[in-house]
């Protein structure tokens, strides 16, 4: 019987956040950290079993049948099965076990490495051929439909695309993208873990989507402009301030703002400014707590005390918000003074541990391991 071994990266971003949905662009990269899953075909005609090591349940799936589950995982597997079917007839019964690395509910899209990991492990398994658009494209389907999160395209893109080495700036419009080849030495990209996860997610993740959707039919409509952030000037959205009100006015004004924000980041990057590259990042966290509002306690207070320390370039909350991750661009020197301070003061005040890890840019999906295929 057919085998066969595939590992499916988290990811990072470097900046873009809450962006990709709204037409900018975004600078995310594939982490050294992924789900393995071995896949078998196991002979019948639809039945599929998913086991995996961090959760309890075995989830059972008929491919006649799918539909959505009440236990949260398994909705990120049903509904890549659901959207495979779409594409190809050629899907049957299969065994899947996966073990992963990828800290849950941490912010480096744990979700969208289990996507991609299903969809590009099947489409190897039966020939499907997909292509790795396509694979990208469906992940995202199957969290809308299945998950009901609105996510944009940034995570599933990292995680097919990452490239060792290289961060990836991604112009969400018109899905070119550009590999970035990224050395930080002698700073490394530290996550300091919160150990939080404010459920609030999913629910305010769509909300703001939706209020971007808002405040844009607005301000086109305004100005008869096309629908896209990238159409609006700060000059156009100053003049409708009124009109926007305050919450959707600093929606849109976040939007913008990190708009430009990630092609000057980019810019520094190339030019090895990397002094420059950590204060935009810290611009970033300002303006998705104050304007955006998807920070928390936890993620601010910990971005503080990076300000403060001097061999921190640049600290952050990273994806989607309300708990989960920092990214900070330390320089290899303060590390581990910098990782006992921080620990101490943040069980002293929210009396959790925090836990951390280093990353850099790795190699998106992969197949490790190929039998009778
Ligand atoms: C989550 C989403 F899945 C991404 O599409 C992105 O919007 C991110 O939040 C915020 O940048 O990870």
Redesign the pocket.
Known sequence: MKKIKVASPG?I?LI??????NDGF?LPAAIDKSISMEFSVNGHASRCTIKSDGFDSILVANLNKLKKSTEGWHNYVLGVLYEIQKLSPKLRGFDCYMESLIPVGS?V?S??ALECGIAFGLNELFDLGLDKWELVKLG?RA?HNFVG?K??????FSSVMGKKGHTMLLDCRSLDFEYIPTKLDPYKLLLLNTNVSHNL?TGE?NIR?AQCEDGLALLSKRFGIEKSFRNVTPQMLDESRNELGILLYNRCSYVIEEIQRVQDAVKALKAGELEKFGKLMGQTHQGLGKKYE?SCPELDFLVEIAEKDPLVLGARM????FGGCTLNLIHVDGIDQFVDKASKAYKETFGITLSYFFTFPSQGISIIENEGV
Not at 16 to 21: A, R, W
Not at 151 to 156: A, F, Y
């Open positions: 990811r971003n873009g956040e809450h962006i990709d949905y975004v912010g899209s979700s969208a995202q969290e999160t996510c944009g395209i940034m995570d599933q997610s993740y989507r998807v990273m994806g989607g918000g």
